[in-house]
């Protein structure tokens, strides 16, 4: 990570290349009225310190709950208003919905479950008085390494611009603002910060741009910019972006606010057109004021184009009519209680049908779905508790009465089937002994040295109740790990919150992470604690059995002594509760011993995986999985794995195995839906909305033959794939993948026939055909429609790119057995032209073009052509 210093440097030096064609714009008039006459007259009768004060970030009075807060200008009843984050249900408070991963969403293929994801969490933002949902993410998953694909949809621009319009409808019929994020390039690999995207416009303009239009066209109320560098401009005062295609070609009216302290400038910035900087108030606070009214060397007009595009949709949202936040938020913390029960079992009826629709069947060969008779044992820490989602906790934590563990879920499901388990791998471990640790002077134990300037010895670290530490008070512990042998440890710092849903102090205030631990040269960060106010337990993927927060690392130890340090601060004005744990070497091997042993014994070993995001190793699951796969399907060729990864994954054990069942981070009906997966109570449907590589080096982002794709040395990304990324790399250079785009079988067979394309209108096709279901089951599958390049493209339109291949249409159609539907997708002219950066136009191909339905990115089931 750079250094705050170094990004502001940073960024100065790319404004003094840019600054002389600004200079005299500077001082332009911008218009800024619009026909809104009540907006019009509230930003002429702001001070000029109240409007600078609606354009940035400000911290809660007191306590900082959601992720955003804007100051209220009571004199003029413009009230308080707050942002959340979103995109796995309203964070921030203990009491609302876990709807499953926006990647599961996607994994549905369905645009009306995104439709209602967005109702869910919009009806319960605003029931929490949060009026801006900082949801749906449109960018496109570029990198496997990257770490957020959770929240994101797919590697395809197309898709994410279909299910992000359908997001925005949802969160904002329900009178919430949805935000269309993050612009830029963004999530693109090496992203952590401000990497310079080195990628042309037509690329920008088609692939990484475009997912916004749907979203804009569907009255999305604001928007953010990333904290990706566009070709050494950074995206929140990048003029193309913003002014020219954001403002020009896609006619946004709403509100542009930065990324968390992603603006960069202030002139720039609001003259490019970003409109809020949040996460920080560093360019759009004083220095704002000083250049209009001190310098005065910049027009007041930016300023007033930003605050009346800021309340205008402050006003379309009723928000200056009394519909906005309270002043206090702990008033809004504790009202999380009371969510009406109508919009708490909304939630889980919606959360169990994305979840159950989001599960896909990547292998089977006869073991699924499972007999109702037979002897299931399930293995796996993610199969005996459910898992909260992915670490870094912007997401709802869920109704805990609702979060069964698959196990669990299993037995309630079937009374008839015989459910045992072993965890197989474990993640919690046991308290590391003291004779496992060593002080300086040699005692067994530990020396903590605390911020009230005391020194204690203690022999392990371990408390809690009576024995738990004074609050208000920092700790450290240093001292060597003793570890018996060679071999990986998981080791865990574990942490009681004693009242998880109260109030949080702001002096508390850490976005990231609070505790840690650090064992020789590797540290690893604790809790997340307020990313958006007060994610506690909930922020650990997996917290403890007995509901203790963990931040757990896994990490290869030779026998002998380490150095060990620990850090811990005690919060909320409540004792610290801590504890140190540890898998060893042996336990773990124990472990898996215990798992294969019962794998053996039973009709079908199911094995749940996970990952973390990002992975601790990329594309690979937390170490121990593949080996407890590996030996339990050794020991019992049935065996089922059910997956818990987002980012993708290898899959070495895949030829051993019988069955495998991706479920992503499926929410707090995750339980119920996995049962219900399993044993046919649903057909299995979800499609993979991301390319699984064969291997990292045959990997698209982090192939050796392309180094500088994710350059992390260099904080750069090349995209030097152009605008063949994602599936269409793959296909276009041939490499072989594990699963392909759009990937996912069935328990039940599908039949196309009939394939019919006419040209409706001038340039505008309708492509058609006949799908039935043929087998015993009902169910649903996912066509999709793909284009090939026109011909001849390389005459005609030299130094223009196309697509080897570009997804076109797709639906989820659900079909009883035996039944049959004629399904037809739409080709507009916009989707047959390509962007020309000389006019700024979209031109419409000429030539003979293939139009194909597959079942995924690599498959053809009806083939055609179209002629333009
Ligand atoms: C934007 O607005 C202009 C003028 O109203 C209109 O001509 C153009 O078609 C609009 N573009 C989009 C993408 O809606
Ligand atoms: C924004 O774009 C418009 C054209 O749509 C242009 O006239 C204007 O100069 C641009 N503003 C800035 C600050 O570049
Ligand atoms: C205005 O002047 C200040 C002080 O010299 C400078 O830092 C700032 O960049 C100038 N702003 C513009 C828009 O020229
Ligand atoms: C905020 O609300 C809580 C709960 O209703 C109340 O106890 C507290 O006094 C309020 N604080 C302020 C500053 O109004
Ligand atoms: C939300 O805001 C409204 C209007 O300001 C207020 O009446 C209500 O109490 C608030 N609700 C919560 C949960 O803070
Ligand atoms: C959350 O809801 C449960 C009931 O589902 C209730 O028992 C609990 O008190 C609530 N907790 C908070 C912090 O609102
Ligand atoms: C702990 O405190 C003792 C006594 O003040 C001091 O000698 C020692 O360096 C401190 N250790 C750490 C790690 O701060
Ligand atoms: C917040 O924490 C500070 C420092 O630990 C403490 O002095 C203050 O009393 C706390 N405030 C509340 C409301 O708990
Ligand atoms: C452990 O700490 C000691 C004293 O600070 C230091 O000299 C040594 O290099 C450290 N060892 C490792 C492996 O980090
Ligand atoms: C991947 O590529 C790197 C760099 O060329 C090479 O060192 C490594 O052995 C390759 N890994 C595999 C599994 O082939
Ligand atoms: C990073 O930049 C340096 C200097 O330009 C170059 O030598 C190095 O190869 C780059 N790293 C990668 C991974 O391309």
Same mark, same amino acid.
């Given at each position: 990570m750079r250094s705050p210093f170094?990004?502001?440097?940073?960024?100065?030096?790319?404004?003094?290349?840019?600054?002389?064609?600004?200079?005299?714009?500077?001082?332009?008039?911008?218009?800024?009225?619009?026909?809104?006459?009540?907006?019009?007259?509230?930003?002429?009768?702001?001070?000029?310190?109240?409007?600078?004060?609606?354009?940035h970030h400000t911290l809660w009075p007191g306590s900082q709950n959601l992720a955003g807060y804007i100051k209220p200008i009571q004199r003029l009843g413009i009230p308080a208003l707050q942002m959340t984050d979103g995109e796995a249900g309203v964070n921030g408070v203990l009491n609302a919905t876990a709807i499953p991963s926006q990647l599961n969403i996607a994994a549905t293929f369905s645009r009306e479950l995104a439709y209602i994801a967005g109702a869910v969490a919009g009806s319960e933002a605003r029931?929490?008085?949060?009026?801006?949902?900082?949801?749906?993410?449109?960018?496109?998953?570029?990198?496997?390494?990257?770490?957020?694909?959770?929240?994101?949809?797919?590697?395809?621009?197309?898709?994410?611009?279909?299910?992000?319009a359908q997001a925005v409808r949802g969160i904002q019929d329900q009178?919430?603002?949805?935000?269309?994020?993050?612009?830029?390039?963004?999530?693109?690999?090496?992203?952590?910060?401000?990497?310079?995207?080195?990628?042309?416009?037509?690329?920008?303009?088609?692939?990484?741009?475009?997912?916004?239009?749907?979203?804009?066209?569907?009255?999305?109320?604001?928007?953010?910019?990333?904290?990706?560098?566009?070709?050494?401009?950074?995206?929140?005062?990048?003029?193309?972006?913003?002014?020219?295609?954001?403002?020009?070609?896609?006619?946004?009216?709403?509100?542009?606010?930065?990324?968390?302290?992603a603006a960069h400038s202030t002139a720039p910035s609001i003259m490019a057109g970003l409109d809020w900087e949040m996460g920080s108030d560093a360019y759009y606070s004083e220095p704002l004021y000083d250049q209009i009214y001190v310098q005065r060397n910049l027009s007041e007009s930016y300023l007033n184009r930003a605050v009346h595009r800021i309340l205008s949709m402050y006003d379309r949202f009723g928000i200056l009519d009394g519909n906005g936040a309270e002043e206090n938020s702990t008033a809004l913390l504790l009202a999380s209680k009371d969510l009406p029960q109508e919009t708490v079992k909304t939630g889980q009826d919606a959360s169990y049908d994305i979840a159950v629709r989001s599960g896909?069947?990547?292998?089977?060969?006869?073991?699924?779905?499972?007999?109702?008779?037979?002897?299931?044992?399930?293995?796996?820490?993610?199969?005996?508790?459910?898992?909260?989602?992915?670490?870094?906790?912007?997401r709802a934590f869920g109704f805990q009465n609702r979060k069964v563990a698959p196990v669990d879920a299993l037995k309630q499901a079937f009374k008839d089937l015989k459910v045992s388990s072993a965890v197989g791998v474990d993640m919690h471990g046991t308290l590391v002994p003291r004779s496992a640790l060593r002080t300086v002077d040699g005692k067994h134990g530990l020396i903590r040295n605390d911020s009230m300037e005391r020194t204690h010895f203690d022999s392990t670290l371990n408390f809690q109740g009576k024995n738990s530490l004074p609050a208000d008070v920092s700790y450290t512990w240093t001292g060597e790990l003793i570890a018996p042998m060679d071999g990986y440890y998981r080791l865990a710092l574990q942490r009681r919150f004693p009242s998880p849903g109260g109030p949080i102090n702001s002096t508390d205030y850490s976005v990231f992470s609070h505790d840690y631990f650090s064992v020789d040269e590797k540290t690893v960060d604790g809790?997340?604690?307020?990313?958006?106010?007060?994610?506690?337990?909930?922020?650990?993927?997996?917290?403890?059995?007995?509901?203790?927060?963990?931040?757990?690392?896994?990490?290869?130890?030779?026998?002998?002594?380490?150095?060990?340090?620990?850090?811990?601060?005690?919060?909320?004005?409540?004792?610290?509760?801590?504890?140190?744990?540890?898998?060893?070497?042996?336990?773990?091997?124990?472990?898996?011993?215990?798992?294969?042993?019962?794998?053996?014994?039973?009709?079908?070993?199911?094995?749940?995986?996970?990952a973390d995001s990002p992975a601790q190793v990329g594309m690979q699951l937390i170490e121990g999985f593949d080996e407890l796969i590996q030996r339990v399907a050794e020991a019992n060729p049935k065996t089922v794995v059910v997956?818990?990864?987002?980012?993708?994954?290898?899959?070495?054990?895949?030829?051993?195995?019988?069955?495998?069942?991706?479920?992503?981070?499926?929410?707090?009906?995750?339980?119920?839906?996995? $049962?219900?997966?399993?044993?046919? /109570?649903?057909?299995?449907?979800?499609?993979?909305? !991301? +390319?699984? *590589?064969? &291997?990292?080096?045959?990997?698209?982002?982090?192939?050796?033959?392309y180094p500088n794709r994710v350059d992390g040395q260099n904080d750069t990304a090349v995209f030097s794939e152009g605008i063949n990324t994602s599936y269409r790399w793959y296909l276009s250079t041939n490499t072989s993948v594990l699963f392909p785009f759009g990937f996912g079988l069935s328990y039940t067979t599908f039949d196309y026939s009939d394939f019919n394309v006419i040209?409706?209108?001038?340039?505008?096709?309708?492509?058609?055909?006949?799908?039935?279901?043929?087998?015993?089951?009902?169910?649903?599958?996912?066509?999709?429609?793909?284009?090939?390049?026109?011909?001849?493209?390389?005459?005609?339109?030299?130094?223009?790119?196309?697509?080897?291949?570009?997804? $076109?249409?797709?639906?989820?159609? /659900?079909?009883?057995?035996?039944?049959?539907?004629? !399904? +037809?997708? *739409?080709? &507009?002219?916009?989707?047959?032209?390509?962007?020309?950066?000389?006019?700024?136009?979209?031109?419409?191909?000429?030539?003979?073009?293939?139009?194909?339905?597959?079942?995924?990115?690599?498959?053809?089931?009806?083939?055609?052509?179209?002629?333009?």
């Open positions: 170094l990004l502001a440097a940073c960024a100065l030096a790319d404004i003094s290349t840019t600054w002389a064609q600004d200079v005299s714009e500077a001082l332009l008039e911008v218009p800024w009225k619009t026909n809104n006459a009540k907006v019009n007259h509230l930003v002429i009768a702001l001070t000029p310190a109240e409007k600078i004060s609606l354009v029931l929490l008085n949060a009026s801006i949902l900082l949801a749906p993410r449109v960018n496109i998953l570029r990198d496997p390494f990257e770490g957020s694909f959770w929240q994101g949809y797919s590697e395809d621009p197309y898709f994410n611009g279909q299910l992000g009178g919430t603002m949805a935000n269309s994020k993050q612009t830029g390039p963004s999530s693109t690999g090496a992203s952590a910060g401000d990497t310079n995207s080195k990628v042309d416009l037509q690329v920008l303009h088609e692939v990484y741009w475009a997912p916004h239009q749907p979203l804009i066209d569907a009255g999305v109320a604001t928007m953010m910019c990333s904290y990706a560098q566009i070709n050494g401009v950074p995206a929140c005062q990048h003029d193309e972006l913003l002014n020219l295609t954001i403002r020009g070609d896609y006619n946004f009216t709403g509100a542009m606010m930065s990324d968390w302290t896909v069947l990547l292998k089977n060969e006869g073991t699924l779905p499972l007999g109702k008779h037979l002897s299931v044992a399930v293995l796996g820490a993610t199969g005996l508790q459910l898992t909260n989602g992915a670490g870094f906790a912007e809790y997340r604690i307020l990313g958006d106010g007060g994610t506690r337990p909930w922020s650990s993927p997996l917290p403890t059995t007995d509901f203790w927060d963990e931040a757990g690392t896994d990490v290869y130890l030779t026998a002998g002594t380490h150095n060990l340090s620990v850090a811990a601060t005690s919060m909320f004005g409540e004792p610290l509760e801590i504890r140190f744990h540890w898998v060893t070497p042996e336990q773990r091997q124990k472990n898996i011993k215990d798992a294969v042993k019962r794998a053996s014994a039973v009709d079908v070993p199911i094995v749940f995986a996970h997956l818990h990864n987002a980012d993708p994954v290898l899959m070495p054990w895949l030829d051993k195995v019988s069955a495998v069942l991706w479920m992503g981070h499926p929410g707090q009906e995750g339980g119920a839906a996995i $049962a219900d997966l399993l044993l046919g /109570e649903h057909n299995p449907q979800g499609k993979l909305p !991301v +390319t699984y *590589p064969a &291997s990292v080096n045959s990997s698209m982002t982090r192939n050796p033959d040209e409706t209108t001038d340039s505008t096709f309708d492509v058609s055909f006949t799908l039935k279901n043929t087998g015993s089951a009902p169910g649903g599958e996912v066509p999709q429609l793909y284009i090939g390049p026109p011909s001849g493209a390389a005459q005609k339109y030299p130094g223009v790119q196309f697509a080897v291949s570009s997804l $076109a249409g797709f639906d989820s159609v /659900e079909l009883s057995r035996g039944a049959a539907r004629r !399904v +037809t997708f *739409p080709i &507009s002219k916009r989707q047959l032209s390509f962007w020309r950066q000389v006019d700024r136009s979209w031109v419409l191909a000429e030539g003979t073009r293939e139009v194909w339905i597959g079942t995924n990115a690599q498959s053809v089931m009806l083939k055609g052509t179209i002629e333009i």
